[in-house]
């Protein structure tokens, strides 16, 4: 073996034994994993808004025709699949701990896998406007936007039970109303 093999053996050993650039998770939360845990449900929540109110937008485009739902059906298409991409961006927190941390990396997965679905819905849209009379681009679109709604529902559900598994509570993580203390 020659010197350059050596030290590019030695290089390749001592970044390995370095680790990779990824923070340590502690396995024990933090004092502020709740707040951490709230400000990364709503980071999330937030980045799922704009490949929501595209497939919102839907109804109404198809009331207006055609040509206008193909252009609204191609905007969330492109839009879901930057969300897709969006969701794994996101950081999150080491001080929730191991266990939440795990449990949000999950439901990153999920959600990311769901607006996924919810773009190639949208795409079999766009299949099914361009080639209308091919049965197999309306059940390709049937079945995204099945595949879509269940993966919503369960990206939701795991989102909150990770930020609430890290203390908050559905109030805090605005799925209820506050409630008024003072009546009794």
Partial sequence: MNLKCLSGLALCLSLAACGSNEKEIPEEPSATAKVDAIEYFQHLSTKL???????KNLGSAAQDGDVAFFNAATAMA???LSTHKDIKEIP?????GNTVHKQFE???EV???AYLAKWAS???MVDALNEPDKISHKAEMQNAANDAAQGIAA???AL???AMNAGATAEELGLTQPTDKSEG
């Fill in 49 to 55: 808004v704009p490949c929501d109110q595209a497939g």
């Fill in 92 to 96: 999150i927190p080491a001080s929730v």
């Fill in 106 to 108: 999950d439901a990153a």
């Fill in 155 to 157: 990206c939701e559900a």
């Fill in 160 to 162: 909150v039970l990770a």
């Fill in 78 to 80: 492109r839009i879901c």
């Fill in 111 to 113: 959600c990311s896998n």
């Fill in 122 to 124: 949208a795409d079999a």
